[in-house]
C-alpha cells in the first residue's frame, strides 16, 4: 500500500512539476522522428500526455488507477489506457511498431526489474520495430553527493526538479545503481529549507514540494549509467543506442535510448 501511495502521490504532483521531468512537444516531435513517424501500435510505458497521440493505436499501461486518472488524457477510438505490469503486459507477440516511455525505464525498484521490461519490450516489437525511451542516466564523469550540493550553491544546478535528479544519480552508485527515495530527501538537508534556498538563487520554490513527498515511504528508482543499460538491453535482445535532447534544465543527463531487436 505504501508504495502504490507514493506512485499515486506522483501522479498528482506529475501534473504541475516542469522540466526535467515532463516532455513537452519539442520531445514528442523528436519521439515521432525517431520512430520514423509513429505509424501503426504505440505501446506507450507509462501515460506520458505529450506521447499520448505518438501512434495510429496507443496502448498505455500504467500500475496505477490514480496515475491514470491524474494524467491520462482520456480514452477514445484511438487510444487507450489500462492498469497493468510492464513485465507482463495484454499485448500478443510482435505488435507493437514502437513502444515509447519516459523515465520508464528508471520508474522501477531494481535492476531484475529493468532487465524483465527490456525483455517485454523485445517481445512486443514487430521485426524492424524500435523502442524510445528518454532516461535519466548518471553523468560522466560521476559526481558525489558533494559535488551536487556544491553546484547547486555555487548556481550551477538549473532548478529544485533538477538537483533532485542529480542526487539521484550520484546516490546510485553501481554495481546496482538503485537508490531510494528516502535517501534523496536525507541528501539534500544540508541546504537547509530548500524553498528560500531555491528563492536566493532565482530556482521556482514551488518545486521544493516535490522533495517533501519523499517523507515516509520505501520506493526507490533506477538511475543507471550509459553503459549498464546498453549491458541491460544486451542480455536482453536488444541494442541500446543513444539520442541526446536539449532545450530543457537537466537535459544533458536525459537522453533518448534507442533500442531495436537484435540480429
Given at each position: 500500500m505504501e508504495l502504490q501511495d507514493h506512485w499515486d502521490d506522483l501522479g498528482r504532483r506529475l501534473a504541475r512539476m516542469g522540466p526535467p521531468q515532463v516532455p513537452g512537444a519539442a520531445l514528442a516531435a523528436q519521439v515521432r522522428a525517431l520512430c520514423g513517424g509513429c505509424r501503426g501500435t504505440t505501446v506507450l510505458l507509462g501515460v506520458t500526455p505529450a506521447f499520448?497521440?505518438?501512434?495510429?493505436?496507443?496502448?498505455?499501461?500504467?500500475?496505477?488507477?490514480?496515475?491514470?486518472?491524474?494524467?491520462?488524457?482520456?480514452?477514445?477510438?484511438?487510444?487507450?489506457?489500462?492498469?497493468?505490469?510492464?513485465?507482463?503486459?495484454?499485448?500478443?507477440?510482435?505488435?507493437?511498431?514502437?513502444?515509447?516511455?519516459?523515465?520508464?525505464?528508471?520508474?522501477?525498484?531494481?535492476?531484475?526489474?529493468?532487465?524483465?521490461?527490456?525483455?517485454?519490450?523485445?517481445?512486443?516489437?514487430?521485426?524492424?520495430?524500435?523502442?524510445?525511451?528518454?532516461?535519466?542516466?548518471?553523468?560522466?564523469?560521476?559526481?558525489?553527493?558533494?559535488?551536487?550540493?556544491?553546484?547547486?550553491?555555487?548556481?550551477?544546478?538549473?532548478?529544485?526538479?533538477?538537483?533532485?535528479?542529480?542526487?539521484?544519480?550520484?546516490?546510485?552508485?553501481?554495481?546496482?545503481?538503485?537508490?531510494?527515495?528516502?535517501?534523496?530527501?536525507?541528501?539534500?538537508?544540508?541546504l537547509g529549507d530548500l524553498a528560500a534556498f531555491a528563492q536566493t538563487r532565482g530556482m521556482d520554490p514551488a518545486e521544493a514540494e516535490h522533495f517533501q513527498a519523499y517523507h515516509g515511504t520505501s520506493s526507490g528508482y533506477v538511475f543507471p549509467d550509459r553503459q549498464a543499460l546498453e549491458q541491460d538491453a544486451a542480455q536482453s535482445g536488444l541494442t541500446c543506442t543513444w539520442v541526446e535532447t536539449s532545450g530543457y534544465p537537466g537535459a544533458r543527463d536525459c537522453p533518448f535510448a534507442v533500442l531495436q531487436a537484435r540480429d
Open positions: 499520448a497521440d505518438l501512434g495510429d493505436r496507443v496502448l498505455a499501461f500504467d500500475a496505477s488507477p490514480r496515475m491514470i486518472a491524474q494524467l491520462w488524457t482520456g480514452d477514445d477510438a484511438r487510444r487507450q489506457a489500462r492498469v497493468a505490469d510492464w513485465t507482463a503486459l495484454p499485448v500478443g507477440d510482435g505488435q507493437a511498431d514502437q513502444v515509447l516511455g519516459d523515465g520508464s525505464l528508471n520508474a522501477v525498484p531494481d535492476r531484475d526489474i529493468l532487465r524483465a521490461v527490456l525483455r517485454e519490450i523485445r517481445r512486443l516489437l514487430v521485426p524492424g520495430g524500435r523502442a524510445a525511451v528518454r532516461v535519466f542516466s548518471r553523468p560522466q564523469p560521476e559526481e558525489t553527493v558533494a559535488d551536487v550540493l556544491d553546484a547547486a550553491r555555487g548556481g550551477r544546478v538549473e532548478s529544485l526538479n533538477a538537483l533532485r535528479w542529480h542526487l539521484a544519480s550520484a546516490l546510485a552508485t553501481g554495481p546496482a545503481h538503485e537508490v531510494a527515495v528516502a535517501e534523496i530527501l536525507a541528501a539534500v538537508e544540508p
